[in-house]
């Protein structure tokens, strides 16, 4: 595996790179041909249906196609044939005719987006351009600490290194990779494209499927920590328990949990980077300890306990279940799955289909080609998702759709999964159906088995509400189901940030208290009272069916931490605090935003949605977080 690799030269002859072509995502080969020939003719201007953004290949007829693959094969191998060398990154004039083409209306306020995922090989335009010695010499740097090594947390790392600010990860367990490092049950993977789920600036070219799995996720972030150096600053089997604002001295105090005892130490700025969905939320239920056999939740899986042969609950049926079930059902006894909501279905047949080695080949040896393919699997969130989930009052909302365009999303899915059921008895249909609008709850992507598994003889859906367990199963309707191992796929307590671990701010004041069930911070990132505290997916942070994946976000949000300590290095100062005022308006507005979208419209209730207010969504667009996260705004903040 090899980060961000320079193209390799192009020795295929003419049979070998048609082969090869036959399997490319069409309308990034046609961005990179245009890119490669600063030629925007050969883009297609045959009139293109809407939502094209959405559709297979673009919506490409098959002989549109073919006359794409033609041109490229033209210019590849003239490519070969003169010895060329690649061009640089697309000017910001070529980029936007590109990305107007692609996603079909006027780009120009997102081109300095776009320049930073359309890179030249090596290019990073995200980092911090200024170490802490060019900027202040002689001057004492900050010392930050970072709580957590999954994907956020060594991002920051690797930020902090490059420019020159001491730095140490705390992380609880033995490895990096947060939550890919902690949930190892059957069937984890990822539910965005892999192409999306590296950082821009260390893509992986050889991603072995559209969706990798659970342990080739977990490969590319120990490999990004090794090669970055960045694993060399964490401390493995370290737990942060406590954490608290010294006002006199200007810096936090903490108190770490290690296998050798418990200790203390201090830093100036603390990072949090625990992220939302690391805490299991196990169910509410009398007789929950009591259960004789196995118990486990899906993120703590219990891989001592061997389920073949046995009559096995899950109960839940969001993310993870829709994982698991369709991987444990033919190898028990029976299985019987405890449904609350059933989920909305994204049809996806490629989910767990891998990567075609062409797919592998034009990504390793066809210049930009990996950065167009990226931009295209990008290109939706930026501009054609999030409008589906706007709650249009006029229409009016219900708890069938809000808008008109959620309506038609609603039917298309609707669509999919009854041709799924056409052979299935009516009950199964009825009970798998949702009646909540889509995008209330998480949308989930389909290949087919979810429902296949349900129609499983050995496999019963519960839809009656879990009343208790007993020693020997799961009571429901009325009923106990006598099971030998039950498997919660409950999801997690994701609007519990930082918990369990004490933050207390100036004043001694206590985090948790101070946001009593109701987490917000400005941008996701930091909290007036608590000077120098930055969390990185924090509260507002989830992006929701907006392309893209939280290495984005994270990506914007380190940029902005990274900042801070400019700030504070330029400005001579120990601390900053945001205004309390900047803050409230700020989380105003994105509770105006949260009200608005079909989540929070909807009362059918789920993480997405906790307690009537939206903890852990983004309710705007992914460029809108990465145009208010490029710089500190000083005036924004309090400076001691």
């Given at each position: 595996m090899t980060l961000d690799p320079t193209p390799l030269p192009i020795t295929a002859d003419d049979d070998e790179l048609r082969r090869h072509l036959a399997h490319a995502e069409v309308p990034a080969l046609l961005l990179t041909v245009a890119h490669l020939t600063g030629d925007t003719s050969v883009l297609p201007d045959d009139r293109r249906e809407p939502g094209w953004l959405f559709a297979p290949q673009g919506g490409l007829t098959p002989a549109q196609q073919e006359r794409a693959r033609e041109v490229a094969l033209r210019v590849l191998a003239a490519h070969r044939d003169g010895g060329r060398a690649a061009p640089p990154a697309p000017d910001p004039g070529l980029l936007r005719a590109?990305?107007?083409?692609?996603?079909?209306?006027?780009?120009?306020?997102?081109?300095?987006?776009?320049?930073?995922?359309?890179?030249?090989?090596?290019?990073?335009?995200?980092?911090?351009?200024?170490?802490?010695?060019?900027?202040?010499?002689?001057?004492?740097?900050?010392?930050?600490?970072?709580?957590?090594?999954?994907?956020?947390?060594?991002?920051?790392?690797?930020?902090?290194?490059?420019?020159?600010?001491?730095?140490?990860?705390?992380?609880?367990?033995?490895?990096?990779?947060?939550?890919?490092?902690?949930?190892?049950?059957?069937?984890?993977?990822?539910?965005?494209?892999?192409?999306?789920?590296?950082?821009?600036?260390?893509?992986?070219?050889?991603?072995?499927?559209?969706?990798?799995?659970?342990?080739?996720?977990?490969?590319?972030?120990?490999?990004?920590?090794?090669?970055?150096?960045?694993?060399?600053?964490?401390?493995?089997?370290?737990?942060?328990?406590?954490?608290?604002?010294?006002?006199?001295?200007?810096?936090?105090?903490?108190?770490?949990?290690?296998?050798?005892?418990?200790?203390?130490?201090?830093?100036?700025?603390?990072?949090?980077?625990?992220?939302?969905?690391?805490?299991?939320?196990?169910?509410?239920?009398?007789?929950?300890?009591?259960?004789?056999?196995?118990?486990?939740?899906?993120?703590?899986?219990?891989?001592?306990?061997?389920?073949?042969?046995?009559?096995?609950?899950?109960?839940?049926?969001?993310?993870?279940?829709?994982?698991?079930?369709?991987?444990?059902?033919?190898?028990?006894?029976?299985?019987?799955?405890?449904?609350?909501?059933?989920?909305?279905?994204?049809?996806?047949?490629?989910?767990?289909?891998?990567?075609?080695?062409?797919?592998?080949?034009?990504?390793?040896?066809?210049?930009?080609?990996?950065?167009?393919?990226?931009?295209?699997?990008?290109?939706?969130?930026?501009?054609?998702?999030?409008?589906?989930?706007?709650?249009?009052?006029?229409?009016?909302?219900?708890?069938?759709?809000?808008?008109?365009?959620?309506?038609?999303?609603?039917?298309?899915?609707?669509?999919?999964?009854?041709?799924?059921?056409?052979?299935?008895?009516?009950?199964?249909?009825?009970?798998?159906?949702?009646?909540?609008?889509?995008?209330?709850?998480?949308?989930?992507?389909?290949?087919?088995?979810?429902?296949?598994?349900?129609?499983?003889?050995?496999?019963?859906?519960?839809?009656?509400?879990?009343?208790?367990?007993?020693?020997?199963?799961?009571?429901?309707?009325?009923?106990e189901h006598e099971v030998d191992v039950i498997v919660y796929a409950t999801g997690f307590r994701a609007s519990e940030f930082l918990a369990p671990m004490r933050v207390t701010g100036r004043g001694g004041v206590d985090l948790h208290g101070a946001w009593n069930g109701v987490p917000r911070a400005y941008l996701g990132l930091t909290v007036p009272g608590f000077p120098n505290l930055f969390c990185l997916y924090g509260p507002n942070t989830n992006l929701v069916g907006q392309g893209g994946s939280i290495v984005y976000f994270s990506e914007c949000a380190a940029r902005y931490v990274l900042d801070a300590v400019r700030l504070l290095l330029t400005r001579g100062r120990k601390a900053l605090e945001v205004r309390k005022d900047v803050h409230d308006d700020y989380n105003a507005w994105v509770d105006e935003g949260n009200a608005n979208r079909a989540w929070g419209w909807s009362k059918v209730g789920g993480w997405y949605n906790e307690g009537g207010r939206s903890a852990p969504n983004w309710p705007y667009s992914a460029h809108e977080y990465w145009r208010r996260t490029r710089r500190v705004d000083p005036a924004d903040y309090e400076l001691s």
């Open positions: 590109l990305t107007t083409w692609a996603m079909g209306g006027d780009t120009t306020e997102l081109v300095p987006l776009l320049a930073e995922e359309v890179t030249a090989p090596g290019a990073d335009p995200r980092a911090p351009g200024w170490t802490a010695a060019e900027l202040a010499p002689g001057a004492a740097v900050p010392r930050v600490v970072v709580i957590g090594a999954g994907p956020s947390g060594l991002l920051v790392g690797h930020r902090l290194a490059q420019a020159g600010v001491p730095f140490v990860i705390h992380e609880k367990n033995p490895d990096v990779g947060g939550t890919w490092f902690d949930n190892t049950y059957p069937g984890c993977r990822i539910d965005v494209a892999s192409r999306l789920y590296d950082y821009s600036f260390a893509p992986r070219s050889d991603w072995p499927d559209h969706f990798c799995t659970r342990d080739e996720v977990l490969r590319y972030f120990r490999r990004f920590a090794r090669d970055t150096g960045v694993a060399g600053h964490v401390r493995f089997r370290s737990e942060v328990v406590a954490a608290a604002w010294d006002d006199r001295a200007s810096r936090w105090r903490l108190t770490v949990r290690t296998p050798r005892g418990v200790t203390e130490e201090e830093c100036d700025v603390l990072v949090s980077a625990v992220g939302q969905l690391n805490r299991p939320r196990l169910p509410d239920v009398p007789g929950r300890d009591e259960f004789a056999g196995p118990a486990f939740h899906t993120a703590r899986w219990d891989h001592s306990v061997d389920l073949r042969g046995k009559r096995v609950a899950v109960v839940g049926t969001g993310a993870s279940a829709f994982q698991v079930v369709p991987e444990i059902a033919p190898e028990v006894a029976g299985l019987v799955v405890f449904q609350r909501n059933p989920p909305w279905l994204r049809p996806t047949p490629h989910y767990r289909a891998p990567m075609s080695d062409s797919a592998r080949w034009l990504r390793e040896h066809v210049p930009f080609y990996a950065r167009w393919e990226r931009f295209w699997l990008f290109a939706p969130g930026l501009r054609g998702i999030l409008e589906n989930w706007v709650v249009d009052h006029g229409h009016p909302p219900t708890e069938r759709a809000v808008s008109a365009p959620n309506e038609a999303m609603r039917a298309a899915l609707e669509a999919a999964m009854r041709a799924q059921l056409a052979d299935a008895p009516p009950e199964l249909a009825e009970a798998v159906l949702p009646r909540y609008p889509v995008g209330a709850k998480r949308v989930l992507r389909d290949d087919g088995r979810w429902i296949a598994t349900l129609k499983r003889d050995d496999v019963r859906l519960v839809t009656e509400p879990v009343r208790r367990v007993t020693p020997g199963g799961v009571v429901a309707g009325g009923v």
